[in-house]
Every structure is written in structure tokens, then in C-alpha cells.
């Protein structure tokens, strides 16, 4: 089995694995919770906030419809299978379109984020906002 690798972009967006796409905060300064909640409604989403315990993981899985989240404050680090891990901060975005296998695990100080989703592939989104449940039953609590 290859090793996984760490996905490093500092700066700017890059299209991964899958069809995934990771999108920088391009601030010095962190984003306002209110900020990203804007540009989640301004793509026509309904944005959901949601919050989990330091060291909290999410086995792997996979949503029916392209999930965005951006990470309002701390971290969270995803593993894209395939693919390699990617590690999430204050303002960052991730795009995971509907299929992609991915599992998380969140960092020392917890997470807070924000979340959209849409029901189609991104080349057929239309300006109805959809809005997804966070699947609780996904997580994975074990240690």
C-alpha cells in the first residue's frame, strides 16, 4: 500500500483527487464566521454550521450531493481515498463532489465549519440552494 501524502498549498486554489478542490484563504486575517456564511449563500447554498471535540474522527464515506465546507476557526485534517491528506485551516475551503471517499479527523483545538451542498455535479449547478444534513451517523468516535 503507497504511503499517503500531504497535500501542501499555501496560497490560491488546486483541484485534487477526484475531482476535489481545495481553496486557500488568501488573507492575512482569519475570515468572520459571517463572512463565509455569505459566500456560501452567494453560490446558492443553505449553509449549516457544525462543531466537533478535539481529536474527533469521521471514518471514511462518501455524500450523494457536492459538499463545501469551510472552516470558520482550528483545523481538520481530511484524507482523500484516494488521494492524500489535507489539512484545513481558519478560511479554508474544500470541495468534495458527490462520491469522493474521504475520512477526517479533527485537530487539537476541535472545529468549527460551515457547510453547503449541492445535489448535482458543479457543471450542472443551478441557482436553487439545496441544503444537506451532516450525517451524524458517519462519525466515528473511536480513539
Not at 478542490?21 to 455569505?38: G, N, V
Not at 468549527?112 to 443551478?126: C, D, K
Request: hydrophobic content about 30%; proline content about 8%.
Amino acid at each position: 500500500m503507497r504511503p499517503h501524502r500531504t497535500i501542501v498549498s499555501r496560497r490560491g486554489a488546486c483541484t485534487l483527487s477526484g475531482g476535489v478542490r481545495l481553496t486557500r484563504w488568501q488573507h492575512d486575517e482569519p475570515p468572520s464566521e459571517a463572512e463565509l456564511l455569505a459566500a456560501l449563500v452567494a453560490a446558492g447554498m443553505t449553509p449549516y454550521r457544525w462543531s466537533n471535540s478535539p481529536g474527533e474522527r469521521y471514518a471514511p464515506h462518501a455524500h450523494a450531493s457536492h459538499k463545501v465546507v469551510y472552516v470558520v476557526t482550528d483545523s481538520i485534517t481530511f484524507q482523500l481515498h484516494p488521494g492524500g491528506t489535507v489539512a484545513l485551516g481558519p478560511g479554508d475551503r474544500l470541495d468534495l463532489p458527490a462520491g469522493a471517499t474521504h475520512s477526517a479527523v479533527v485537530g487539537p483545538e476541535g472545529v468549527v465549519s460551515l457547510e453547503g451542498h449541492r445535489a448535482t455535479s458543479p457543471r450542472e449547478w443551478t441557482d436553487t440552494p439545496e441544503m444537506g444534513r451532516h450525517e451524524q451517523s458517519e462519525r466515528d468516535t473511536s480513539q
